[in-house]
């Protein structure tokens, strides 16, 4: 395939993956009324201000994926994604604007991140680490799976739209009494799997 | 005494006073073809309330001309609606269910309704035939000097990082990460706005507020557009409010801002058009008790209004509100010609009227009456400020018209008056204060000496060149300006720069060495975002470079791919693929400013273009978020080719090249009239008549030092109508000499001009509130120096 091709068939890709964190907030409470009760309750049931991530990313043109851990640390607005390993790179993110902060070598650099997309895509994940179904339900349907135990839940969130369901088929969340896995399908094979493990509950 | 008038004028007056019906003929003749001539040379839309449209670009630079228009013609056909509520959810929700309603409204175009952002879909397809020519400022910076250790450490990073954005299918086409982060850096939008589902958002004093831009369909300064406008935000928030009743919505646009204007400037001259109507009447009555005078007085007015309309039509093709404001103060002053006319009906004693004898008898000092007044409203014009000269346009015109009416409408409109039996209490006043109110040159030569300590005394003199005195102090008008600081200076600040070069590649060049400093000042957080047009079309030269980094990168020996491969477990096919096209293809075509700017994709960005000029080149690059001027000035200014556009500062350096102008304006009037002065009355009485005029200019600028004014254009024009009405007063007092007509018609005037101007001072609009004050207080100084300048009263009765 021409390179011109191949980079179309990308800058095509990055925007319908975006489109999808756009999606899914899209509609607000007309359909927030809609909620499932069962959601509701989860919601209350999945808060917690802190726990263990252990990230894996599967890139197929990747030989092995990239791996990434740390702590995430969750408030009422936001979140601080603290990745150490292979690289201490912290996300601050306040509900509003995000500091990406590095370090390299002893040397801290903290910028702001203006890129509208990593806005989008973080604040999905706060909705998803905070339990807040009702507004990620506005562009995704949420499935409940069975799972092996009562005390387990298991959603699948398929976008409602279409042509983004053909990039991105589903993102699966789970968990018990906290969320416990996020999993991001892409297209051609590639995913996206946290896990979250040591949960500090809300007090 | 005045001279006797030249030979023609009596056969006019004569004619006139002899024929009525056929003088007041030609009157309406002469001024209906005024009119027609008038609604041939007017503007289709002929009321204009544009401010900035007042303001004469004063440099020679067309470029920085064609830059401003530009600017402002952008802006002036923008709105923004900000729906805000304290959840964000709600908010962004009610903003969708309102971009609905504007998508259908036939009052803005439709794609103006997306994010205000451009289309990124019809952005990444176009730059998808441009493979290996398209990286961004900090790839390049970290690949500078062949070593490539640190691009490869910070792509690595990079993959690692949730605050980079690349889909996982993006290191099949780009493992460097070069074009998809050159699309990274082209999303960037400055804090603290956020893009959420597609909409600009903001948390804003603890409300979630998103942002709809909008283009206007129409003019901002249509009224009717503004009606429409009005009629449809109101139903929507009606609407809104009745889901959501916590949301707030605003809108912020020079459409609101004129829309304001209009309602505060019909508001602002009914009321002192009522006013001085009132007063006209009430002192009528009081003082001629009948209606025929009424009546003569009242078509004095209308056709002074109607002859101001006409000039300005004429002279400008259309009449600014402003102007309808300052000129609504005509009302007062054009009537100071008829009350002389009538009061003259005084001096003849019983029986009808006549008309030649008041004609003889009151022209010639009302003819050099309006002399010194057009005179004055030449200080006005020469300040070179549009809307003071079209206010001098309109109100001089409008007082030849009021002259007019006493030579050519009064015989026929007063013919058959007789005066009131019993003499008007107004009358015995006029006489009283003639009589008891005066003395000789000394006193006023002491007075004179009193005023300039005074002065000399008084806190020193401030000249403010503040270009806000033009804005309107409202709380509508200043909810606005604080919203547009919020909003619209943060995402466009009204300082711009323009970039020049000899041809577009030197210019897009020129643009990348800019946005090296511009960077530094968004560093250094003095200033938050920028868009040129080099972010989107690099040079050919940067291009090249970029062309020559991806040969080094996947073509050179010891290939920096073959490293990154080794560290991240790149599949070897990745690597093969783009070494195969870059063979295939060693040098790609370019991609130039001209094919970017005939692409759909750059509509929302061609205002950045200005095109060929001066035989080159010509681009802007716009601010958001200018927190330090000096900061920004002190780095740019030196760089060659390249010049800040303060609009602002500009306009106030403009003010003070019309305070300049009004100044020298205000000298030249007071020399032709003190010439005037010195040829009718000889040396020693021309001075004397002048100084009075003189020293209630002096006392009135004194007077606003010690109330702490600073000095500005309108004040120094307001002097200008001064010297007109000061010399009127002194002039009608000395040709009237001991007749109580003169004194009443000067009491009359001063009531009427006080009224009127005494009214502008209390305007909203910060330079007509200081022409106002100016000129009351003026005047009121004016009418009690006059009959000190005009000379001792001799005893005289009533008749």
Same mark, same amino acid.
């Given at each position: ?20 964190f756009?999606y ?76 990406? *902060? ?16 990593v ?10 680490l905070?339990?807040?179904l ?6 995704f ?11 387990? /839940? ?50 | 005494?005045i ?17 009525? #019906? ?30 900035? %449209? ?21 802006s ?16 962004? =929700? ?22 205000? %952002?451009?289309? +990124? ?63 990274a ?19 804003? &004093? ?26 449809? @935000? ?5 609407? #809104?409010?009745?889901?959501?009743p ?9 459409i &609101? ?16 058009g ?9 002192l ?15 078509? @004095?007015?209308?056709?002074? !209004? ?23 103060t ?15 009906r ?7 009227? *006549? ?18 007044s057009?005179?004055?409203f ?10 003071? +000269? ?8 409008? #007082? ?7 030579? !050519? ?23 009283? /204060? ?10 006023l030569?002491? !007075? ?30 200043n ?28 210019l ?34 940067? +291009? ?17 791919? @073959? ?14 693929? +783009? ?30 273009? !200005? ?7 010509? %681009?802007?690059?716009?601010? %958001? ?12 200014d ?12 500009d ?18 009037a ?14 020693a ?67 009427? =001009? ?46």
């Open positions: 395939m021409p390179p011109a091709k191949q980079i179309s068939r990308f800058c095509r890709r990055c925007l319908l993956f975006v489109s999808i756009a899914c907030l899209i509609g607000g409470h007309v359909k927030a009324g809609q909620t499932n009760p069962t959601h509701s309750q989860r919601e209350e049931s999945v808060r917690f201000t802190a726990a263990e991530f252990h990230q894996n990313r599967h890139i197929k043109v990747l030989a092995r994926p990239l791996v990434s851990s740390g702590t995430v640390e969750l408030s009422e607005r936001g979140f601080d994604w603290k990745q150490t390993a292979p690289y201490e790179i912290w996300l601050i993110y306040d509900g509003t604007s995000i500091l990406e *902060r590095t370090r390299i070598g002893g040397q801290e650099t903290t910028k702001e991140v203006l890129d509208p997309i806005n989008g895509l973080t604040r999905t994940l706060f909705l998803m905070s339990g807040s009702s507004s990620i339900e506005i562009g349907e949420i499935q409940q799976q069975v799972t092996d135990s009562t005390a387990n /839940w298991h959603y699948v969130l398929i976008p409602r739209d279409v042509e983004i369901r053909g990039i991105i088929p589903r993102i699966e969340i789970a968990g018990g009494r906290y969320l416990d896995r996020i999993r991001v399908e892409e297209s051609q094979g590639n995913f996206t799997l946290i896990e979250l493990s040591g949960h500090r509950p809300n007090e | 005494m001279n006797q008038p030249s030979s023609w004028w009596p056969q006019v007056t004569q004619s006139a006073a002899e024929r009525p #019906l056929i003088s007041m003929l030609v009157f309406i003749f002469i001024l209906g073809m005024l009119g027609v001539w008038s609604l041939l040379a007017a503007d289709p839309s002929p009321i204009k309330s544009d401010m900035m %449209s007042l303001v004469y670009e004063t440099g020679s630079d067309t470029v920085r001309e064609a830059a401003l228009t530009r600017m402002r013609n952008l002036n056909q923008q709105q923004l609606w900000i729906v805000s509520h304290p959840d964000r959810d709600i908010a962004f =929700t009610a903003a969708e269910s309102i971009s609905g309603k504007l998508a259908a409204s036939d009052l803005f175009y439709s794609n103006g309704l997306a994010s205000g %952002s451009l289309n +990124q879909t019809a952005l990444t397809e176009f730059y998808a035939d441009h493979p290996f020519q398209l990286a961004d400022d900090e790839t390049l910076r970290a690949a500078e000097g062949k070593n490539f250790a640190p691009l490869i450490s910070a792509v690595e990073r990079a993959l690692y990082s949730n605050a980079r954005f690349f889909p996982a299918s993006a290191l099949q086409d780009d493992p460097f990460l070069l074009r998809n982060n050159f699309l850096a082209l999303r960037n939008i400055p804090p603290p706005f956020v893009f959420d589902r597609g909409r600009l958002a903001a948390k804003l &004093d603890d409300r979630w507020t998103f942002l709809l831009p909008l283009h206007l369909k129409r003019s901002a300064f249509d009224f009717e557009n503004q009606e429409r406008l009005g009629i449809f @935000t109101a139903a929507v928030t009606r609407d #809104l409010k009745g889901t959501y916590k949301v707030k919505v605003d809108t912020i646009g020079v &609101d801002f004129a829309s304001v204007n209009r309602k505060l400037a019909i508001r602002e001259v009914s009321l002192i009522s006013v001085s109507l009132l007063m006209v009447t009430l009528l009555f009081s003082a001629f008790r009948h209606p025929r005078a009424y009546l003569a007085v009242i078509f @004095t007015i209308a056709t002074a !209004l109607l002859g101001g309309c006409f000039a300005s039509l004429i002279s400008f093709g259309s009449v600014h509100l402003l102007t309808l404001i300052g000129g609504s005509l009302v007062g002053i054009s009537v100071d010609y008829a009350f002389h006319f009538l009061a003259d005084y001096r003849q004693g019983d029986g009808p009227w *006549r008309a030649l004898d008041t004609i003889n008898h009151v022209t010639p000092t009302a003819a050099m009456g309006l002399a010194t057009v005179l004055g030449f200080g006005l014009w020469s300040s070179g400020f549009r809307g003071l +000269q079209e206010i001098a346009v309109f109100s001089a015109s409008g #007082l030849i018209v009021a002259f007019s009416t006493l030579v !050519l409408a009064y015989p026929l409109l007063l013919a058959g008056w007789r005066p009131a039996s019993n003499p008007p209490f107004v009358l015995r006043l006029a006489q009283s /204060w003639r009589a008891h109110w005066s003395a000789g040159p000394r006193t030569w002491l !007075l004179a000496g009193a005023s300039a300590l005074l002065f000399l005394s008084a806190p020193p003199l401030v000249v403010s060149t503040d270009v806000r005195p033009l804005a309107a102090d409202t709380p509508a008008i909810k606005l300006a604080a919203q547009s600081t919020t909003f619209t200076a943060r995402l466009t600040d009204s300082r711009f720069i323009i970039v020049r070069a000899g041809d577009q590649e030197r897009l060049q020129r643009e990348e060495e800019l946005r090296i400093h511009l960077d530094a000042l968004k560093e250094d957080g003095s200033i938050t975002q920028f868009q040129q047009l080099a972010r989107f079309v690099p040079s050919i030269r940067r +291009q090249q470079a970029t062309i020559d980094l991806n040969k080094s990168l996947y073509l050179a020996p010891g290939q920096a791919i @073959t490293e990154l491969s080794e560290r991240i477990g790149l599949d070897p096919r990745v690597a093969d693929s +783009q070494r195969t096209a870059l063979r295939e293809n060693p040098s790609p075509s370019s991609l130039s400013l001209t094919d970017w700017l005939k692409s759909p994709v750059s509509k929302p960005l061609r205002y950045l273009w !200005l095109g060929e000029v001066e035989g080159g080149v010509a %681009s802007i690059v716009t601010l %958001s978020g200018v927190h330090n001027a000096n900061a920004l000035h002190s780095r740019i030196p760089l060659a080719s390249v010049s800040v556009v303060d609009y602002i500062a306009m106030s350096g403009a003010f003070g090249l019309y305070v300049l102008n009004a100044v020298k304006g205000l000298a030249i007071l020399a032709l009239v003190a010439a005037l002065m010195v040829y009718r009355f000889g040396l009485a021309g001075i004397i008549t002048l100084l009075g005029p003189v020293l209630s200019g002096l006392l009135t600028i004194t007077w606003l030092l010690f109330l702490g004014e600073a000095i500005n254009l309108f004040h120094i024009v307001g002097l200008a109508i001064i010297l007109g009405m000061g010399m009127d007063y002194t002039l009608f007092l000395k040709a009237g000499g001991c007749a109580p007509s003169a004194a009443l018609a000067v009491l009359l005037g001063a009531i009427t =001009t006080e009224c009127a101007f005494g009214l502008l001072g209390l305007s909203a609009l910060g330079g007509l509130s200081s022409f106002g004050t100016t000129v009351a207080i003026g005047t009121a100084i004016s009418f009690l120096v006059a009959p000190l300048a005009a000379g001792p009263a001799h005893t005289a009765s009533v008749h």
